[in-house]
């Protein structure tokens, strides 16, 4: 992987194996040593720009400064005012003659 990354162009590549890889997968399928063969892993690479490339947002304003959750608001939105249509007013009766 660390090899097709650099082939794509990408610097500073890291891959870590995620801790407890090996005996989730092995989970999957018991028996099969998958494990042996598949992996998860923390991959982080960067991308250099190239020179003629507009200029990218900085990933630092973007990005919160810690892991705390972001909690979003869920309460629902208070429903828009609703004009009443007005009342269909009766038809007026023939007077029999």
Request: net charge negative.
């Amino acid at each position: 992987m660390r090899t097709m990354l650099a082939d794509a162009g990408f610097v500073d590549v890291d891959i870590v194996v995620k801790p407890r890889s090996e005996e989730i997968i092995g989970a999957w399928m018991p028996g099969s040593q998958a494990e042996k063969y598949v992996s998860s892993a923390y991959v982080t690479a960067s991308k250099p720009a190239s020179p003629d490339a507009p200029a990218a947002p900085r990933d630092d304003v973007f990005r919160r400064p810690t892991r705390e959750p972001v909690v979003l608001d869920t309460a629902p939105p208070a429903p828009a005012p609703v004009a009443a249509e007005p009342a269909a007013k009766p038809a007026a009766a023939k007077a029999a003659c």
